[in-house]
């Protein structure tokens, strides 16, 4: 009887030690897992010619309302830009991938057909993104290399941008 016991215990401890596993490589490491992000706030911290620099920081507003703060202390809300995540080969919400590539086009100089379609040229875009802003995408998940998917810190990352980009051009 202790014996099967023993072999009981085992198999569930494989089993949960299986699960945990799938889990923690697909959520913790890919990134796959989409979780109701709490919204970031924004401050800037510099703001010149060459663009608009900031930092993120998560609160527990879970309005779809962005908050940036500039040195100055003028305080502005934006809709989110982004809602959902983008992943080639994914059934994505068209006017995001639409968002997404004006974006990309507009801000980071990319030259992508604005289809609503996320293609191998939007994915290779997004790595470009990811490179450029890898200590605020990459680094703090430990990921080494871009992902082409726009999931939570990519999201978050170009809808601060483009808070900061939009309230930069309707007051110079």
């Known amino acids: 009887m202790a014996k099967q016991q023993i072999i009981i215990w085992l198999i569930v ?5 299986f699960a945990i596993s799938v889990y923690w490589y697909t959520c913790g490491i890919r990134g796959f897992c989409q979780y109701v ?17 900031g930092s993120v920081s998560q609160n527990s507003n879970t309005s779809d309302k962005r908050t940036i703060t500039s040195s ?10 982004l809602d959902s995540y983008i992943r080639l080969g994914y059934n ?25 379609q996320y293609s191998s040229e939007d994915v290779q875009a997004v790595n470009r993104f990811q490179e450029k802003y ?8 430990g990921i080494s290399a871009p992902t082409g998917y726009v999931f939570r810190s990519t999201r978050d990352q170009i809808n601060t941008l483009q808070c900061a980009f939009e309230y930069a051009k309707t007051n110079n």
């Open 13 to 17: 401890a494989t089993v949960i030690w």
């Open 72 to 81: 100055e202390e003028i305080v502005i809300s934006c809709d989110s830009y």
């Open 92 to 116: 994505n919400n068209q006017a995001d991938v639409t968002r997404l590539q004006e974006f990309l086009n507009t801000y980071e100089d990319e030259s992508l057909d604005v289809d609503g």
């Open 134 to 141: 890898r200590a605020q995408v990459l680094d703090p998940y």
């Open 37 to 53: 992000s709490t919204v970031p706030d924004v401050t800037v911290v510099d703001r010149d010619d060459s663009g608009i620099t």
